[in-house]
């Protein structure tokens, strides 16, 4: 009784010894929000310096003509004639337009293909996680080496792209230009896009296949739901959320495609595969035209934080229901 | 047992610094930064008799082609002090002068007796002067370069291919002299088999992201008649740029794009030229000279299997210049060493070993010595094609201009977007505004 005694009294010293105020009295009189606030500084200094202050350096930039390379000339304002000759420039509205066509059809290829995998995974056949395995390897891959290993597929005379569709379609192999045919190139990134991230979704939609409870299905299966209508009233809707996070996900990360085109087409052939992020690193990095390529960057910003924002409330919506 | 710790702490701290001490305040050891290339390696081998001459250690910070603009134009701009030396690309002298990234030379030339004369005229109005043409130097002429082309020697020399071309085009299977020539050798061997394999007939610069295509595209365009500017109006470019001749020449380009490149040509530059070339796809091969030596090396390709020509002619005679001028970083904390190199690398027998090396030397004295055209085979060529150079835009916003032809050119040539006259006449428009931005007009 003594000793179980004595146990409880060093386990309560001991709690009491390691509680904050016991902390705040070592440290002479430091409240505890005072300690929390010690602890989290270094983040919040670190966010600061490495997000915020950028992105308001980046907005004050935008209303001047400072140029990177030339950083002892005069800097001025030029109010609001970096966002006037952004939103007026034809060739960014191509870049715009050709960034939307990306994102268009890998979000959908991807999601659809995404889903129907984890759907055919979830079914957990013989070998299903061997299977899950092998088809993640893309996304476990680093774009700069699958940008380079894809060049080689669709290299005309020794890729095995270009030999398979040949030997699908009967077109002679040196007339496979997937990189070098205008209307070919954008289909030659979106294929890589799509064969590397698809996983990803499939990943997304499998969490969300898993989450959904096996008694729901019992019910539907004694209220004799045919598997058609069980998919489609239950399987859908329940995953529907985590498939919308993947797009969300998919969407973002899209808008800002850059490595695979760069070394895939370098935004050739002519204009065709320039994305966004390319002719703001072109504007930025080549031109130093530092205030219009801020300007740009602003834009880009707004216009990717505000379709987010309207895609998070309907996906609030879409899991409140 | 503390005390213990701290005291070998301390001393563990005090010998870690008296090593390090010594290297903070060496000054005796330079950084030179270039391009990582075969000539970069051939100026390892040739700075180590600099260092055995002076003691001062070379340290070389090299960056692949792909890389090397952002890298060091990243550098100077943050005013880096990575680099004591630069071997800077040509196009950066108005950028780096105006910006004060390179200290002025003329003092440093005159003191030590350097003379601009005794170096090839077009490589010191290149590499070294900003504004052209006027006595301020930036940078001493260090790697001469242009663009010319290689050819399969043994593929012309046939028997029977010189027979069937004679046929064919009368005249006889060689190096062209003119474009038109080029085209037709082109075509001879476009998709001809030889030895068991589909060969094409030349490899041209196609690239688009960083400056490959409008390396490739001004050869032909300069030996039309293209100008940039005319020249009694700096800055004119209207009727100039996008003059008849230009434009006849910007088609010819595209008509060599699409009757006589390998299959998935669309992106090619320096690199990829030189493989299709070594891997025995093509008769000839649009390259810079630097790619020479290395070439003739080759086991497969070079020997007695290699030719060397110049760029053809035809209204005129010109060649893209390549090639770069060795400068001093003004952030620098050791000018006057990198200036001693500078002054070292100038002198003849110096120069003469780096030609020996693979380097491409640019001092009068070396490639007009009486053995130089025979001294290598390549040399004859080079020396023929560095008399006909012409550059790129140098001004501070040559990056600017230089993007704006990629997109025009490119659009044109490889993905057949609208016309020549559409293509240059957009150009004009893209460069007037950037002249505008600047001031200049």
Same mark, same amino acid.
């Not at chain 1, 992020?277 to 035209?289: D, G, H, N, Q, V």
């Not at chain 2, 503390?2 to 330079?30: H, R, V, Y």
């Given at each position: 009784?003594?000793?179980?005694?004595?146990?409880?009294?060093?386990?309560?010293?001991?709690?009491?010894? =390691?509680?904050?105020?016991?902390?705040?009295?070592?440290?002479?009189?430091?409240?505890? =929000?005072?300690?929390? !606030?010690?602890?989290? *500084?270094?983040?919040?200094?670190?966010?600061?310096?490495?997000?915020?202050?950028?992105?308001? !350096?980046?907005?004050?930039?935008?209303?001047?003509?400072?140029?990177?390379?030339?950083?002892?000339? *005069?800097?001025?304002?030029?109010?609001?004639?970096?966002?006037?000759?952004?939103?007026?420039?034809?060739?960014?509205?191509?870049?715009?337009?050709?960034?939307?066509?990306?994102?268009? !059809?890998?979000?959908?290829?991807?999601?659809?293909?995404?889903?129907?995998?984890?759907?055919?995974?979830?079914?957990?056949?013989?070998?299903?996680?061997?299977?899950?395995?092998?088809?993640?390897?893309?996304?476990?891959?680093?774009?700069?080496?699958?940008?380079?290993?894809?060049?080689?597929?669709?290299?005309?005379?020794?890729?095995?792209?270009?030999?398979?569709?040949?030997?699908?379609?009967?077109?002679?192999?040196?007339?496979?230009?997937?990189?070098?045919?205008?209307?070919?190139?954008?289909?030659?990134i979106i294929i890589v896009d799509t064969w590397m991230w698809t996983p990803y979704v499939m990943l997304i939609c499998l969490a969300g296949l898993r989450s959904?409870?096996?008694?729901?299905?019992?019910?539907?299966?004694?209220?004799?739901?045919?598997?058609?209508?069980?998919?489609? =009233?239950?399987?859908?809707?329940? *995953?529907?959320?985590?498939?919308?996070?993947?797009?969300?996900?998919?969407?973002?990360?899209?808008?800002?495609?850059?490595?695979?085109?760069?070394?895939?087409?370098?935004?050739?052939?002519?204009?065709?595969?320039?994305?966004?992020?390319?002719?703001?690193?072109?504007?930025?990095?080549?031109? !130093?035209?530092?205030?219009?390529?801020?300007?740009?960057?602003?834009?880009?910003?707004?216009?990717?934080?505000?379709?987010?924002?309207?895609?998070?409330?309907?996906?609030?919506?879409?899991?409140?229901? | 047992?503390?005390?213990?710790?701290?005291?070998?702490?301390?001393?563990?701290?005090?010998?870690?610094?008296?090593?390090?001490?010594?290297?903070?305040?060496?000054?005796?050891?330079?950084?030179?930064?270039w391009a990582a290339w075969d000539p970069a390696n051939a100026l390892v081998e040739l700075s180590k008799d600099f260092t055995a001459k002076t003691g001062t250690?070379?340290?070389?910070?090299?960056?692949?082609?792909?890389?090397?603009?952002?890298?060091?134009?990243?550098?100077?701009?943050?005013?880096?002090?990575?680099?004591?030396?630069?071997?800077?690309?040509?196009q950066w002298i108005g950028g780096s002068a105006e910006n004060g990234h390179y200290v002025k030379l003329n003092d440093f030339f005159d003191k030590e007796g350097?003379?601009?004369?005794?170096?090839?005229?077009?490589?010191?109005?290149?590499?070294?002067?900003?504004?052209?043409?006027?006595?301020?130097?930036?940078?001493?002429?260090?790697?001469?370069?242009?663009?010319?082309?290689?050819?399969?020697?043994?593929?012309?020399?046939?028997?029977?291919?010189?027979?069937?071309?004679?046929?064919?085009?009368?005249?006889?299977?060689?190096?062209?002299?003119?474009?038109?020539?080029?085209?037709?050798?082109? /075509?001879?061997?476009?998709?001809?088999?030889?030895?068991?394999?589909?060969?094409?007939?030349?490899?041209?610069?196609? /690239?688009?992201?960083?400056?490959?295509?409008?390396?490739?595209?001004?050869? $032909?365009?300069?030996?039309?008649?293209?100008?940039? /500017?005319?020249?009694?109006?700096?800055?004119?470019?209207?009727?100039?740029? &996008?003059?008849?001749?230009?434009?006849? #020449?910007?088609?010819?380009?595209?008509?060599?794009?699409?009757?006589?490149?390998?299959?998935?040509?669309?992106?090619?530059?320096?690199?990829?030229?030189?493989?299709?070339?070594?891997?025995?796809?093509?008769?000839?091969?649009?390259?810079?000279?630097?790619?020479?030596?290395?070439?003739?090396?080759?086991?497969?390709? #070079?020997?007695?299997?290699?030719?060397?020509?110049?760029?053809?002619?035809?209204?005129?005679?010109?060649?893209?210049?390549?090639?770069?001028?060795?400068? $001093?970083?003004?952030?620098?904390?050791?000018?006057?060493?990198?200036?001693?190199?500078?002054?070292?690398?100038?002198?003849?027998?110096?120069?003469?070993?780096?030609?020996?090396?693979?380097?491409?030397?640019?001092?009068?004295?070396? $490639?007009?010595?009486?053995?130089?055209?025979?001294?290598?085979?390549?040399?004859?060529?080079?020396?023929?094609?560095?008399?006909?150079?012409?550059?790129?835009?140098? /001004?501070?916003?040559?990056?600017?201009?230089?993007?704006?032809?990629?997109?025009?050119?490119? &659009?044109?040539?490889?993905?057949?977007?609208?016309?020549?006259?559409?293509?240059?006449?957009?150009?004009?428009?893209?460069?007037?505004? $950037?002249?505008?931005?600047?001031?200049?007009?």
């Open positions: 009784m003594n000793i179980s005694n004595s146990i409880v009294e060093q386990a309560a010293d001991a709690t009491a010894r =390691s509680t904050p105020v016991s902390v705040a009295r070592r440290v002479r009189g430091l409240s505890d =929000s005072a300690i929390a !606030w010690v602890f989290i *500084a270094p983040a919040i200094t670190l966010l600061l310096a490495i997000n915020i202050f950028p992105l308001i !350096w980046a907005i004050y930039l935008s209303f001047t003509n400072y140029r990177a390379n030339r950083p002892n000339a *005069a800097v001025e304002g030029v109010g609001l004639r970096n966002y006037e000759r952004v939103l007026t420039d034809p060739d960014i509205w191509q870049a715009m337009q050709t960034t939307a066509h990306f994102v268009f !059809w890998t979000i959908i290829l991807q999601t659809v293909i995404g889903f129907t995998l984890a759907y055919l995974i979830d079914r957990k056949f013989r070998g299903h996680a061997f299977w899950t395995t092998i088809i993640l390897i893309p996304m476990m891959l680093s774009p700069a080496v699958v940008g380079n290993f894809w060049r080689f597929l669709y290299e005309p005379q020794i890729g095995l792209f270009a030999y398979a569709v040949s030997w699908l379609s009967g077109i002679p192999t040196s007339d496979i230009r997937m990189l070098g045919d205008v209307s070919l190139a954008p289909w030659a959904i409870p096996d008694y729901i299905y019992e019910a539907a299966e004694v209220d004799r739901a045919s598997a058609w209508r069980q998919f489609w =009233s239950i399987t859908v809707p329940m *995953a529907l959320p985590f498939i919308m996070l993947a797009v969300l996900f998919r969407g973002i990360e899209n808008f800002k495609m850059f490595d695979m085109v760069t070394l895939l087409t370098g935004g050739g052939p002519g204009s065709v595969t320039e994305v966004a992020s390319i002719t703001l690193k072109r504007a930025a990095f080549e031109s !130093w035209a530092t205030g219009r390529a801020s300007a740009f960057a602003i834009i880009l910003f707004v216009a990717v934080f505000g379709l987010a924002n309207i895609y998070v409330k309907a996906l609030n919506k879409v899991k409140q229901r | 047992m503390q005390k213990k710790s701290k005291a070998l702490l301390g001393l563990a701290s005090a010998l870690m610094l008296s090593s390090a001490l010594p290297n903070l305040a060496k000054a005796d050891e330079l950084t030179l930064c250690t070379m340290k070389f910070e090299f960056v692949p082609w792909t890389n090397y603009a952002d890298r060091f134009l990243n550098e100077l701009n943050s005013h880096g002090k990575l680099c004591d030396l630069i071997i800077g690309d040509s350097i003379k601009m004369d005794d170096f090839v005229p077009a490589t010191v109005v290149g590499y070294s002067e900003w504004p052209k043409n006027t006595p301020n130097y930036w940078a001493l002429p260090a790697m001469g370069d242009v663009v010319g082309w290689t050819y399969r020697k043994d593929w012309f020399e046939r028997p029977e291919l010189k027979t069937e071309f004679k046929e064919k085009y009368g005249w006889d299977l060689a190096a062209p002299k003119t474009y038109d020539q080029l085209k037709q050798v082109a /075509e001879f061997f476009q998709k001809r088999e030889i030895d068991g394999k589909t060969v094409y007939g030349a490899s041209i610069y196609t /690239e688009r992201g960083s400056e490959g295509i409008t390396m490739g595209v001004t050869n $032909v365009l300069y030996s039309w008649g293209f100008q940039y /500017e005319d020249p009694k109006k700096p800055y004119e470019m209207e009727g100039i740029v &996008n003059s008849a001749e230009a434009i006849k #020449g910007l088609e010819f380009y595209k008509s060599l794009y699409d009757c006589c490149t390998p299959p998935g040509s669309s992106n090619v530059y320096m690199v990829e030229s030189a493989d299709a070339f070594k891997s025995g796809q093509v008769a000839m091969q649009m390259n810079f000279a630097f790619t020479w030596p290395g070439l003739y090396k080759d086991e497969k390709v #070079g020997g007695d299997k290699i030719g060397f020509f110049p760029n053809p002619a035809e209204k005129a005679h010109f060649a893209q210049l390549g090639g770069q001028g060795i400068s $001093v970083v003004s952030y620098s904390d050791k000018k006057d060493a990198a200036l001693q190199y500078i002054k070292w690398f100038a002198q003849p027998d110096v120069q003469a070993k780096w030609w020996e090396l693979g380097g491409f030397s640019c001092l009068n004295s070396v $490639v007009k010595a009486p053995g130089f055209a025979t001294s290598q085979p390549y040399a004859q060529a080079f020396l023929d094609s560095m008399a006909i150079v012409k550059d790129f835009w140098a /001004e501070p916003s040559y990056a600017t201009l230089l993007q704006d032809m990629q997109k025009r050119v490119h &659009n044109y040539v490889v993905a057949g977007n609208g016309t020549a006259q559409e293509a240059l006449d957009g150009l004009v428009e893209d460069w007037t505004e $950037v002249f505008k931005d600047d001031g200049k007009i």
